[in-house]
């Protein structure tokens, strides 16, 4: 059974940088897939961030290319994000997620983590 | 970029109706259309994708249907355990994007 687990601080400071890891277990992140991060205002919709594959093959949301960074440790079977110059508008859940198949780069989340809330305030 | 959007956006049900959400996207989305259930507190889970296609252990109450850039989900006879927020997403391409989400309340 796969399993994601995102850790990371709940309280950021205004012009700091979020970072988030997803710990996965019962797959190997080197053995295939495309996973990402996915995230939820309180209380509104979905945004996706960032889509990559073990190998490199990152795919941003242009929204927010320019603060972005993805980090795979495949010897620890997790990955990270990094979000610099972070504002309230970044205050929300964040989750980390599997796309549904293999053989697609782009598609459904079917794996979610249980989400991790940031709030970014001084 | 694919805009989503949803209707309605709130939907007030009883046990046992029959209950249809509608996503329509700004462009033809090719079939690779996404539904997903949230309930408060918890991730979304996929419910189908590729339009109609039900992931194993959803409901058989649970359909989809459409095409181009107009799609339902139907819920044939709606349950207790179905009162929440549902959402669409398109992969069609990127950036990947989610319609805004319809709440279905009890009546």
């Known amino acids: 059974q796969v399993q994601l687990q995102e850790s990371g601080p709940g309280l950021v400071k205004p012009s700091e940088t979020l970072s988030l890891t997803c710990a996965v277990s019962?797959?190997?992140?080197?053995?295939?897939?495309?996973w990402g991060w996915v995230r939820q205002p309180p209380g509104q919709g979905l945004d996706w961030i960032v889509s990559?594959?073990?190998?490199?093959?990152?795919f941003y949301n242009p929204s927010l290319k320019s603060r972005v960074t993805v980090l795979v440790d495949t010897s620890k079977n997790q990955f990270s994000l990094n979000l610099t110059s972070v504002t309230a508008a970044d205050t929300a859940i964040y989750y980390c997620?599997?796309?549904?198949?293999?053989?697609?780069?782009?598609?459904?989340?079917?794996?979610w983590g249980q989400g991790t809330l940031v709030t970014v305030s001084s | 970029d694919i805009q989503m959007t949803q209707s309605p956006s709130t939907l007030s049900a009883s046990v046992g109706d029959r209950v249809t959400i509608t996503c329509r996207a700004s462009?033809?989305?090719?079939?690779?259309l996404a539904w997903y259930q949230q309930k408060p507190g918890k991730a979304p889970k996929l419910l189908m994708y590729?339009?109609?296609t039900l992931l194993g252990g959803v409901p058989s109450r649970f359909s989809g249907s459409g095409s181009g850039t107009e799609f339902t989900l139907t819920i044939s006879s709606l349950q207790p355990d179905d009162f929440a927020t549902y959402y669409c997403?398109?992969?069609?391409?990127?950036?990947?994007?989610f319609g805004p989400g319809t709440k279905v309340e009890i009546k």
């Open positions: 990559f594959y073990h190998s490199g093959s990152t």
């Open positions: 997403q398109h992969y069609n391409s990127y950036p990947v994007t």
């Open positions: 590729k339009v109609s």
């Open positions: 019962g797959y190997s992140i080197s053995s295939g897939y495309y």
């Open positions: 997620v599997r796309l549904l198949t293999v053989t697609l780069i782009r598609g459904p989340f079917d794996y």
């Open positions: 462009q033809s989305l090719g079939g690779w």
